[in-house]
């Protein structure tokens, strides 16, 4: 890790420990066997109940109707002090409630364990941010963050909270995600 890492990773961990939403990551350690009924016998699964971003809805340039349906969200793990290292194969559980299947994909969402990222932001002339729409388009095709998860990134829920300039709100975020 980096020395950036080696204070990112830990304070991420703080953030998603107290804002965070607790959740169960549960993979199937053995197989069963299918029985003539369609039940599962002798399946072993083990879990470990982790705390991560709320969910957050996938940005539409994400939607392609096959792996990732409108409706899906997405979650923000930070891997550090995690003993089950999260896979595809493997499930969350919100609250008890839905269970889903866990993509781990950087293209489709991040497990913040602090390794870097191999996709670095595209360069952008951050002079052309001049409107909050620029921005919107900007976060969308740079990050895949539709406006809600741009809003959540610089933190406010409003848009009428942004008291920066367009384009340093993008510079924000691209130095978050960089």
């Known amino acids: 890790m980096t020395v950036l890492d080696d204070r990112l990773v830990p304070k991420t961990k703080e953030i998603l420990d107290r804002l965070g939403k607790s959740m169960d990551l ?18 072993v699964e083990a879990t470990q109940t982790v705390t991560g971003s709320p969910p957050i ?14 409706g899906d969200v ?5 891997a550090l002090g995690l003993t089950l290292t999260p896979a595809e194969s493997m499930k969350v ?13 950087g293209a489709m969402g991040e497990i913040l364990d602090g390794e870097p990222e191999d996709n670095p932001a595209p360069a952008r002339d951050v ?16 990050f895949g963050l539709n406006r809600s998860q741009a809003l959540a990134e610089l933190g406010v829920k409003k848009q009428e909270h942004l008291k920066q300039k367009p384009r340093e709100m993008y510079q924000q975020i691209a130095a978050m995600r960089a």
Do not use: H, M
């Open 26 to 43: 549960s993979v199937v350690t053995t197989p069963g066997t299918y029985n003539d009924d369609g039940s599962i016998t002798g399946e």
């Open 127 to 142: 002079d052309a941010i001049a409107t909050l729409g620029d921005l919107w388009t900007a976060c969308d095709e740079d």
């Open 57 to 70: 809805e996938y940005s539409s340039r994400l939607i392609d109707g096959d792996v990732i349906k409108l």
């Open 74 to 78: 997405q979650v923000f793990l930070a």
């Open 93 to 105: 559980t919100f609250d008890g409630e839905d269970e889903s299947e866990l993509i781990v994909d």
